[in-house]
């Protein structure tokens, strides 16, 4: 979300160049910076820094610490001294211990404080080690000794070239630190799972919980010995960059368990429990759960609970951080799965039916299809055909096929995995009812309407007898009814169910989810198919609403919000405000996937409708091509999006008077359509009425008047006799036939 999250969490997108990525962080930090921002910059060396200037041109305030001479850019600088003297860097020693040393340990803390440059963070943990009776200072300068420091020639520990000492070499010594205290096996185990979270901390309760820690008596001493940092007026801890990074080294090192911090972690995103972390919102929670999966991903150690969390993550990642890192989580846990299970385990088939998934969202149809078919062939090989897995298999490659308008192969595929599900259960599980949600929204696709009703009220009784009237796979029953009533104009039957649906939602999930979102957003179709545009204007901006306090201003499911409202604007003639909030979501999709998606193809298309209404008909053409240009380069030819995108052209050339390339563009229109639904389809009813009219047009009235009448039938069959499309048609052919008359008269004269 560029809009309110921090520089640091600008995510690069899929599509995404990285010249492209810096300019957006760029843009972003434009936006934010004023005379009231003060940026603070650490150890910033202006001849490694190519973007200084720029920087620097930002108009806010800064606060930079460096060894470099900055007064050429007309900024106030103040001289630092470094700690440099005995007297200072012993302060802080004192300021840590209290207690009188002898002759002997004061000088070999004043050799220490020589071999670490007078790091001051390692001063400040060798004297609260002290003050704990964790440590002498002779046995930590053995230490040091022992790893070849010395505080002599050329023995002695290197600084970087702006005389800083250098992080490795830090690190160096607060681990010759770490390993002269003789942590307890608990406080390494603490410390070692708190590495795992991000720098800026986590709920100390929250991570309590995580770990299934006995009590805060190991955080607390911990604390009080300066390894761990305590934000108390947040109740956060973290670990200092330099201690996380030795802690995270002891995860492979001495093999800390991280089971109990991770399938904790994974339950809590499952559940979308993000207030037990201290966090204020999903959005912030999956932020979190990247921090920590970014880290898991560099564990180097082959483990079920670090495969489990990797396995499991991405799906609640993927809304918010995006496709790429998802795909991460999902193939390192891939490359572990080959080293604790044969290839044939029955977890790899699952990750890949997950990869599968995530392409297929993305309209990658080809990797996803490759990733199912693996899948299933696994699950064949290890559990046979007659199981619930791969029964599953079977739904989804039913889906990805239903995706891209195969429709012959996606009922192939739901059928094999209902029938198997029959035999496994009977008739009355929960899997048999998402078989008949399946074969049902194939067949309203299909317009076979009658036959779509019958399996989702079988859905519907089978889940009213499992779980009752008010549980949301109830909801996902009445939601499809409503659709499917809405597909046949049946309205006062479609509210009911959507009314339900949304009631359900808010009580189970309250008025601020993304499923609640989603049902208003159902009932604003509804309500735009009425020509109900005040009720349907309502419904889109509670959803858009909903998904800006979620998701902010500049995530994909807000630039699908901004598009139904866009669609919302066109069908109720306010053109201005379709194109705004159009081209709004088409920037997000841009960013996000890049030209060349099905989501920006959508829009494109939308586009085109809102300029050729305005009469801009250049334009119009402009955007339809772009749509068509996506579509067939994703889908094909032989698809419903691409045959919309020709349908389009057609009314373009119509409304031009060039019927040529009209009958052209509608004529392909006709033919997708026959082929992937067969003759009796409402779209294949639209395409004969739309040639109709150009023959009208074109005074050819026997052409007209045959494909009138094909559109008759197919509305008939559809819709009935008195639906509005059929009564239209029906008053074409009246017009046809009076045309008729008046032609024979004036041949006569």
Not at 370 to 392: C, D, F, H, P, V
Not at 557 to 584: D, F, H, R
Request: glycine share 6%.
């Amino acid at each position: 979300d560029d809009g309110t999250v921090p520089v640091y969490n600008l995510f690069q997108y899929p599509a995404e160049q990285p010249a492209e990525y810096t300019q957006r962080k760029w843009r972003k930090l434009k936006e934010l910076c004023d005379e009231n921002i003060l940026i603070i910059v650490d150890n910033l060396d202006k001849d490694d820094d190519p973007d200084l200037n720029k920087l620097l041109e930002l108009g806010c305030k800064f606060l930079i610490t460096t060894r470099v001479d900055f007064s050429e850019y007309g900024y106030e600088q103040l001289s630092l001294d470094s700690l440099a003297s005995r007297e200072e860097i012993n302060a802080i020693f004192n300021e840590y211990y209290k207690k009188p040393l002898d002759e002997k340990s004061k000088g070999c803390v004043d050799e220490i404080i020589d071999i670490v440059g007078g790091h001051t963070m390692t001063v400040e943990l060798l004297a609260k080690q002290m003050t704990a009776g964790r440590i002498t200072p002779e046995k930590m300068l053995s230490k040091l000794k022992e790893g070849g420091i010395s505080d002599s020639g050329s023995e002695r520990v290197r600084t970087g070239k702006d005389g800083v000492l250098s992080t490795r070499s830090a690190y160096d010594h607060i681990r010759a630190l770490f390993d002269v205290s003789e942590l307890e096996k608990e406080e390494i185990y603490i410390l070692a799972n708190l590495s795992l979270m991000p720098h800026t901390g986590v709920s100390a309760v929250f991570f309590h919980d995580l770990c299934e820690l006995e009590s805060y008596d190991d955080i607390n001493d911990l604390i009080f010995n300066g390894w761990i940092r305590c934000d108390r007026e947040k109740d956060y801890i973290s670990l200092h960059p330099v201690v996380g990074d030795l802690a995270f080294d002891l995860l492979d090192e001495r093999e800390v368990d991280v089971s109990k911090f991770l399938r904790n972690l994974t339950k809590f995103a499952k559940e979308n429990d993000f207030e037990k972390s201290g966090l204020e919102s999903r959005e912030k929670f999956a932020y979190f759960l990247y921090d920590v999966s970014l880290k898991v991903i560099k564990i180097e150690r082959e483990t079920e609970d670090v495969v489990f969390f990797l396995s499991k993550t991405p799906t609640y990642l993927y809304e918010f951080i995006g496709f790429k890192h998802a795909i991460d989580c999902y193939n390192k846990a891939l490359q572990l799965m080959f080293v604790l299970y044969p290839d044939e385990h029955i977890k790899v088939a699952e990750t890949y039916d997950n990869l599968a998934n995530l392409y297929r969202i993305d309209g990658m149809f080809d990797e996803s299809e490759k990733y199912l078919i693996e899948s299933l062939n696994k699950k064949i090989q290890l559990l046979g055909e007659y199981n619930s897995k791969t029964a599953e298999s079977f739904n989804h490659i039913g889906q990805l096929y239903y995706d891209t308008c195969n429709y012959k192969a996606a009922e192939e595929n739901y059928l094999k995995a209902y029938n198997i599900l029959i035999k496994l259960f009977g008739n009355n599980c929960d899997d048999i009812a998402t078989s008949h949600d399946n074969l049902g929204t194939l067949y309203r696709e299909l317009s076979d309407f009658k036959k779509a009703e019958e399996h989702f009220l079988k859905a519907l009784d089978i889940r009213k007898i499992s779980y009752g009237n008010k549980h949301k796979k109830s909801a996902i029953s009445y939601n499809n009814l409503g659709t499917l009533y809405s597909e046949m104009s049946n309205f006062k039957k479609a509210e009911e169910y959507f009314l339900k649906s949304l009631e359900v939602y808010e009580d189970i999930y309250g008025n601020n989810h993304s499923v609640t979102a989603k049902a208003h957003n159902n009932l604003a179709i509804l309500y735009l198919k009425t020509g109900d545009y005040a009720n349907a204007e309502t419904h889109n901006l509670k959803s858009l609403g909903i998904k800006l306090s979620i998701y902010g201003n500049q995530h994909i499911v807000t630039a699908t919000a901004y598009s139904n409202l866009g669609a919302e604007y066109i069908l109720s003639k306010q053109y201005k405000k379709a194109k705004e909030y159009c081209t709004k979501a088409l920037e997000i999709c841009v960013f996000a996937y890049g030209e060349a998606h099905h989501k920006t193809a959508i829009i494109y298309n939308n586009l085109g409708i809102i300029h050729y209404e305005l009469g801009e008909y250049s334009t119009a053409k402009n955007f339809y091509t772009k749509a068509l240009k996506i579509r067939k380069s994703i889908y094909g030819e032989s698809n419903s999006e691409t045959s919309a995108s020709y349908n389009n052209l057609g009314m373009l050339f119509e409304k031009l008077g060039d019927y040529e390339k009209s009958e052209i563009y509608y004529v392909r229109a006709l033919k997708i359509r026959e082929t992937l639904f067969g003759y009796k389809h409402n779209t294949v009813g639209d395409s004969y009425k739309n040639l109709g009219n150009i023959y009208k047009s074109q005074r050819m009235y026997d052409k007209a008047e045959y494909h009138y009448k094909k559109s008759l039938d197919i509305y008939k069959c559809v819709f009935g006799e008195v639906h509005k499309k059929t009564m239209e048609v029906c008053d074409s052919l009246k017009e046809i036939k009076m045309l008729c008359s008046n032609n024979d008269r004036e041949k006569r004269f």
